[in-house]
């Protein structure tokens, strides 16, 4: 089998509505795919339809926004109930907190670029969650720059002067609160250091201690020596290690099924459902 435990619809930031991801990782060749939209789980009905009519497994998903101090983390959380009222209520605060984030970056960016908020509503459409990647698609379509990558090496990259954080819970409250939904969580991309800083091996602990379940260690944004480190750092403290695209669409240069997880390792995650 091959598997693919990240991908991205229009729900959040990605270019494909979740039935076209759903196709695309059949094109490609996938048995099984995750939908993990920002902080949303709009998308799992549409995607189940279509996973369904070409064959697919799907894994409904959900890349949860945290942080660890003042570190920006990622926690894909797997197979959580969406009825669970205390993750709704978690996800909701953090998509209005990114709406409100948003709108002061675009105020900033607006100071030196062609850009107005109503750009962004409209590159943001139906999604449930409204982002950086939105503003950098506006700019884009103002001909500011030639690609999304583009305007997040020079604008919207963490530490820019454009740079605006949000709410998001504590990377250890955010693992509860999916342990209690019955999810199973996995830290998404931890090694991303071109993205921003990451968070320091006794963290790594710290999370395990915690119920993470997993370390996302084959990514496109890690090297060589990244995957090992990470590598070692899960199979110290008991924690399976997965593989995935992170594919949005024309968004970014990620390509689903670059990135795999094995049949084990998924079977692993599955045992751990709530």
Do not use: C
Not at 59 to 79: G, Q
Not at 161 to 180: M, T
């Amino acid at each position: 089998m091959r598997i693919d435990l990240h991908t991205h619809s229009t729900v959040s930031d990605g270019t494909g509505s979740p039935a076209q991801v759903m196709r695309e990782a059949a094109e490609a060749g996938l048995d099984v795919v995750a939908l993990a939209d920002h902080d949303a789980m709009d998308g799992w009905d549409e995607a189940q339809d279509a996973a369904d009519a070409h064959g697919l497994w799907l894994v409904p998903a959900i890349e949860v926004s945290a942080r660890h101090h003042w570190v920006s983390v990622h926690m894909l959380a797997y197979w959580p109930r969406r009825d669970d009222a205390t993750l709704r209520d978690m996800l909701a605060r953090t998509q209005e907190a990114r709406v409100g984030r948003a709108r002061e970056i675009v105020e900033r960016v607006a100071v030196d670029y062609p850009l107005e908020w109503e750009d962004v509503v409209e590159r943001a459409g139906a999604s449930a969650t409204v982002g950086r990647p939105h503003i950098a698609d506006a700019l884009v379509a103002r001909g500011a720059f030639q690609t999304r990558d583009e305007v997040f090496v020079h604008v919207l990259k963490n530490g820019s002067p454009y740079y605006v954080p949000h709410y998001a819970p504590e990377v250890a409250e955010a693992i509860g609160v999916i342990r209690a939904a019955g999810g199973v969580p996995v830290f998404a991309h931890p090694g991303a250091h071109a993205r921003g800083r990451t968070v320091p091996d006794r963290a790594i602990a710290e999370l395990a201690a915690a119920g993470l379940a997993g370390l996302e260690v084959d990514h496109r944004d890690h090297d060589d020596a990244t995957r090992a480190h990470l590598a070692q750092l899960a199979e110290r403290y008991g924690l399976l290690r997965t593989g995935s695209s992170d594919y949005h669409g024309t968004g970014k240069l990620n390509r689903l099924g670059e990135n795999v997880t094995s049949p084990e390792v998924l079977a692993a995650l599955q045992a751990q459902r709530g």
